[in-house]
């Protein structure tokens, strides 16, 4: 017996616009946790906070933000492509016809894009934040 490819292709598209919606927000997260933690670490190992980070801080900081801009990147192509799917239906008699679960799908997708593209430019800030000011400056 055949297996129909229909509810694979349904889940893997509520999960494209699950990761659309919140992959951005995730992203900016493992951002800002990760970052944190190197940064800790790199400056403040022992009982004493250091004037000048022990590891390659900025660099493994730097390489953090551009996976999370990566991935920001990402859940926003995948929110537009989502998008792209119901367009045709937006204009004239057919917007009528559109039942809930493409308007759920549209709005989830529009929100995707601007969720993506709001937390890319707060990682970008981040990073931008992190690059102008030393991590081991504490209030010194």
Do not use: N
């Not at 549209?106 to 894009?113: L, V």
């Amino acid at each position: 017996m055949k297996e129909s490819s229909a509810p694979r292709e349904g889940r893997t598209r509520r999960m494209a616009l699950w990761f659309g919606l919140f992959g951005a927000p995730a992203m900016w997260s493992l951002q800002l946790m990760s970052g944190f933690a190197v940064s800790a670490h790199g400056c403040f190992p022992y009982s004493l906070p250091l004037t000048s980070p022990t590891i390659g801080v900025r660099a493994i900081v730097t390489l953090i933000s551009v996976v999370a801009a990566a991935g920001a990147i990402a859940a926003g192509l995948i929110a537009h492509g989502s998008w792209q799917r119901t367009r045709e239906f937006t204009s004239g008699p057919e917007r009528a016809m559109l039942d809930v679960r493409q308007q759920r799908v549209r709005f989830m997708a529009e929100s995707g894009m601007l969720m993506s593209a709001l937390f890319l430019f707060v990682i970008v800030l981040s990073f931008v934040s992190i690059a102008m000011v030393s991590p081991c400056t504490y209030g010194a």
